[in-house]
């Protein structure tokens, strides 16, 4: 039961990572072999280190402004940073056809994707969204760890954003990720519910502020993170 509420993101990227730094060819592209060499830091060229809004504002170009989200931006990286996750930008060639952002977390680092952030909105749902599955991990019981787990229980995340996110993922044959979605998805939806997320984590509060659902609990007493 408890591998049904955590578990190990990407694993099943490995076996298309590269074991040295490449230049990825065109037929690369686009694909799990580009997006696991991206995460894994192997693919370094064009992926750079988002501080502040002004980073991505320089990295997008054509005088893109972010400046409405600017302070709520700095804030999830400031506390990204203090948690022990980094975040980066990367052209669209790096990511799966669609995909917005990725946390990885065997690396903690996340990952946006320059051309499908460069709105506004799209890029703090994004960071957002990202830096709750960064929460989630931290709810897992440490950060290092390969595992994530739900933070909330089913009934408090509303039903609308449920919805969505069954529908989404069923169509794409995600039935199993569906229990974490759905509460990052509120959480790229909401303002400053992610921000708190990770102020609980930073300060090592996490499990006193948001308790553990039975089963996680039960995996955080089993691997020694709590005491019953």
Same mark, same amino acid.
Request: glycine share 6%; proline share 3%.
């Given at each position: ?9 990407f694993?099943a990227s490995?076996?298309?990572l ?5 230049e ?9 072999h ?6 894994m ?10 501080k502040?809004?002004k980073?991505?504002e320089? +990295?997008?170009?054509r005088g893109?402004d ?6 709520e931006?700095?804030?999830l990286?400031?506390?990204l940073n203090?948690?022990g996750?980094n975040?980066?930008?990367a ?5 799966l056809?669609?995909t ?8 903690n680092?996340?990952?946006?994707n320059s051309e ?26 440490d ?6 787990a739900?933070?909330?229980?089913? @009934?408090?995340i509303?039903?609308y954003?449920?919805?969505?996110t @069954?529908s989404t +993922? ?10 974490? @979605?759905q509460?990052?998805y509120?959480? *790229?939806?909401?303002? *400053?519910?992610?921000?708190n ?6 300060? *090592?509060?996490?499990?006193n ?8 609990? @039960? ?5 020694? +993170?709590?005491?019953?």
């Amino acid at each position: 039961m408890i591998k049904k509420l955590l578990v190990a993101l990407f694993l099943a990227s490995s076996s298309v990572l590269p074991s040295h730094a490449v230049e990825l060819e065109t037929d690369q592209l686009f694909t799990p072999h580009a997006m696991g060499c991206m995460m894994m830091r192997e693919c370094t060229k064009n992926v750079e280190e988002v501080k502040n809004i002004k980073d991505v504002e320089s +990295y997008q170009g054509r005088g893109i402004d972010h400046s409405l989200i600017a302070v709520e931006f700095n804030s999830l990286v400031k506390v990204l940073n203090n948690v022990g996750v980094n975040v980066y930008i990367a052209p669209m060639d790096y990511f799966l056809i669609g995909t917005r952002g990725v946390y990885y977390t065997e690396g903690n680092n996340i990952f946006l994707n320059s051309e499908m952030v460069e709105r506004s909105s799209s890029l703090i749902t994004v960071m957002r969204h990202e830096g709750w599955h960064t929460a989630q991990d931290c709810m897992a019981g440490d950060i290092k760890n390969r595992f994530i787990a739900i933070i909330l229980d089913n @009934e408090k995340i509303p039903k609308y954003f449920k919805n969505i996110t @069954e529908s989404t +993922y069923s169509m794409a044959g995600k039935d199993s990720s569906i229990s974490w @979605e759905q509460e990052a998805y509120w959480a *790229g939806h909401t303002v *400053g519910m992610t921000q708190n997320a990770l102020e609980s984590c930073s300060t *090592g509060a996490m499990w006193n502020e948001y308790p553990p659902t039975p089963l996680t609990k @039960e995996f955080l007493i089993e691997k020694g +993170y709590i005491k019953e």
